[in-house]
């Protein structure tokens, strides 16, 4: 059986793609910080867990010196930590990165995480404009593509096979910033009003991790050096996510498309993006990829699990706080009421 090495396998992206990957033939090894951390089933199925911190060289060598036929990095944020592989290239297979779209500008120099949003005339391809590399603080608006470009450039020039994958907005059961959460609690809330901001046309493509695990496992079974988008074969507006959210859990409401003359930050949702952010991702189906499934087939194992929470009382701790300052601003039912009412 080859020999998979998932480094951040206790996360969204990483589980997922052992899941991928095991269900593939492979034989998986994932590592993280924290055992307690690592999901059941994986364990049952037969993934082997290494208690291993990805940035501390010595635990590297510990869980690299013997090779692999593929590395799936889902934790590498700048080129130190992508250097950190570099001994190991003689005994690795080929490695796929996990990249983001936050690398990709425009003609004004805008990204995702800029004051300004990035104004692209279509779908992004690859072959788009990216940040110029840095080293400034990766947690940080104007540090993070930057940090990631910087991180590509180290494995590209590698010599090693490496697939780098750039997904947009993932979601799926495990999501740390679960956003499909702003729609979810709407319905649990039992409003019976949606507000949209510029008619709930906006869009930001999303990227299930089931599909991005099924391209992780793609490439592993194929390795080469190339960069690929990694986005749903759809590109949902904010109108048809809230929707498809609404339908899964059985829930109808009143839907309020607002317009320019509505106040500010009323309607407010997290795919609120226009221009649209949209990823091209025809150069993975040209290599014969075929993802998972829609965003409408792929996000209801989701809904099911905040929804779950919600219902048990949150027993393990995973839904947004109340004064969570991403969410906080989109549960201004106060705000909304009084609007409706005057």
Known sequence: MPKAVVLGGNGQVGSAAARALLAAGWDVTSSGR?????????????VRFIRSDRYAAKDLCNLLHEGADVVVDCVTYTADHARMLLPFRDDIGSLVLISSKAVYVDAQGHHSNSVEPPVFSGPVTEGQATMTSSDIDYNSPEGYGANKVAAEHVVIDSGMAVSVLRPSRIHGVGAARPREWVFVKRVLDGRPHVLLARGGRGINHPTAAVNLAALVEFCASRPGTRILNCADPDAPDGLTVSRIIA???GHTWN????DAGAPEGLGDHPWNTLPPFVLDTSAAKRLG????????????????WLATAHRSGDPTGILPAPDDSFFAHFF????????LSG
């Open 332 to 339: 201004n039912y106060g705000r909304e009421d009084a609007w």
């Open 34 to 46: 924290a055992e307690d951390r690592f999901p059941p089933d994986l364990r049952e199925a037969g």
């Open 247 to 249: 339908a899964r859990l």
């Open 289 to 304: 990829f075929v993802p998972v499934g829609t965003y409408a087939d792929t996000v209801g194992p989701e809904v099911d």
């Open 255 to 258: 839907e309020v498309l607002l």
